[in-house]
């Protein structure tokens, strides 16, 4: 099955926001990344739904890109006591202030962007800075209500600072970017742009896990028997990406420019709204082709 709306995923489990651009939540107070700041609202009004007059205790964040952490100074103003949890990598990004004022431009620009596809009562404060609070390693596991345990699993093939992290308790995967996005048409975006092998390498060690709940970065959660399914078609159209760019790059003679644009003109351009912001498709598709060009091309 796949889950294509915020709401209830199954008992305790919920995607809140906009499923674009989704937030996690266990009822058991833990909340997974931050999305866009500009969605803080919308999330906040979700999470209260779900946890009554509760507050969340935790908030685990996959990686440091601005439609994964936009919200959550606003959660941390919100709920004073909550705790971040992030790689050391993260920690180190995040305390960067060129990494700051990018998060702070891709999220302004994601409010237009919201805008432009019919998302009102946006938040129009500023993404405002934030550390982690407790830092997690991979094999990390830390306890939270419920008995349930949060198992952390370093992933870095999409970023240097990525963390999945595992239930074991629900069979829950919160991989995010490590497993690829669908786009909505069936489409994979390969989303590999530090590591290819290290993203191929993740992707193969979810299929080895007992996964019932696979939660990507954007769009969509994947359930039941689709879980194998879109692991084995996440595996075949990052080769398939990559034997596409090595085409392009020997056709455009190694130019990294021209390439990118003709890989936007085929995965980026057509593709419906909601999609990625234009300026944040373009930053990671460089990513993706320089490291492509690095390690097939010779010259």
């Given at each position: 099955?796949?889950?294509?709306?915020?709401?209830?995923?199954?008992?305790?489990?919920?995607?809140t926001?906009?499923?674009?651009?989704?937030?996690?939540?266990?009822?058991?107070?833990?909340?997974?990344?931050?999305?866009?700041?500009?969605?803080?609202?919308?999330?906040?009004?979700?999470?209260?739904?779900?946890?009554?007059?509760?507050?969340p205790?935790?908030?685990?964040?996959?990686?440091?890109?601005?439609?994964?952490?936009?919200?959550?100074?606003?959660f941390?103003s919100?709920?004073?006591?909550?705790?971040?949890?992030?790689?050391?990598?993260?920690?180190?990004?995040?305390?960067?202030?060129?990494?700051?004022?990018?998060?702070?431009?891709?999220?302004?620009?994601?409010?237009?962007?919201?805008?432009?596809?019919?998302v009102?009562d946006?938040?129009?404060?500023?993404?405002?800075?934030?550390?982690?609070?407790?830092?997690v390693?991979?094999?990390?596991?830390?306890?939270?209500?419920?008995?349930?345990?949060?198992?952390?699993?370093?992933?870095?093939?999409?970023?240097?600072?990525?963390?999945?992290?595992?239930?074991?308790?629900?069979?829950?995967?919160?991989?995010?970017?490590?497993?690829?996005?669908?786009?909505?048409?069936?489409?994979?975006?390969?989303e590999?742009?530090?590591?290819?092998?290290?993203?191929?390498?993740?992707?193969?060690?979810?299929?080895?896990?007992?996964?019932?709940?696979?939660?990507?970065?954007h769009?969509?959660?994947?359930?039941?028997?689709?879980?194998?399914?879109?692991?084995?078609?996440?595996?075949?159209?990052?080769?398939?990406?990559?034997?596409?760019v090595?085409?392009?790059?020997?056709?455009?003679?190694?130019?990294?420019?021209?390439?990118?644009?003709?890989?936007?003109?085929?995965?980026?351009?057509?593709?419906?709204?909601?999609?990625?912001?234009?300026?944040?498709?373009?930053l990671?598709?460089?990513?993706?082709?320089?490291?492509?060009?690095?390690?097939?091309?010779?010259?």
């Open positions: 099955m796949v889950f294509k709306d915020k709401g209830r995923v199954m008992d305790g489990f919920y995607v926001g906009h499923p674009s651009v989704p937030v996690y939540v266990l009822k058991s107070g833990v909340i997974f990344d931050g999305g866009f700041t500009a969605l803080a609202r919308h999330y906040e009004r979700d999470i209260r739904d779900i946890l009554g007059n509760t507050s205790e935790y908030i685990f964040i996959t990686h440091s890109h601005f439609d994964h952490v936009g919200s959550i100074s606003y941390k919100v709920w004073p006591d909550i705790k971040v949890f992030g790689s050391v990598n993260a920690k180190k990004i995040l305390s960067r202030n060129g990494a700051i004022e990018l998060i702070q431009r891709l999220n302004n620009i994601s409010r237009a962007h919201l805008l432009s596809y019919g009102n946006l938040y129009e404060g500023e993404f405002e800075p934030f550390l982690p609070d407790e830092v390693e991979d094999g990390s596991v830390i306890r939270v209500k419920d008995g349930l345990e949060i198992h952390s699993r370093y992933t870095p093939g999409h970023t240097r600072d990525f963390m999945s992290y595992w239930i074991p308790e629900k069979r829950i995967l919160i991989a995010s970017e490590a497993a690829g996005c669908d786009d909505g048409s069936g489409y994979i975006i390969s590999f742009l530090v590591d290819y092998d290290e993203y191929i390498n993740g992707i193969k060690r979810f299929m080895e896990m007992d996964v019932e709940v696979l939660c990507v970065g769009r969509y959660v994947i359930t039941g028997d689709d879980v194998r399914s879109y692991l084995l078609s996440s595996l075949q159209h990052a080769k398939d990406f990559v034997e596409m090595i085409n392009i790059l020997n056709e455009e003679n190694g130019d990294i420019d021209k390439t990118v644009n003709r890989v936007k003109a085929y995965e980026w351009d057509p593709r419906p709204f909601p999609k990625q912001p234009e300026m944040a498709y373009l990671n598709t460089q990513a993706r082709v320089k490291l492509i060009a690095s390690k097939y091309m010779k010259n």
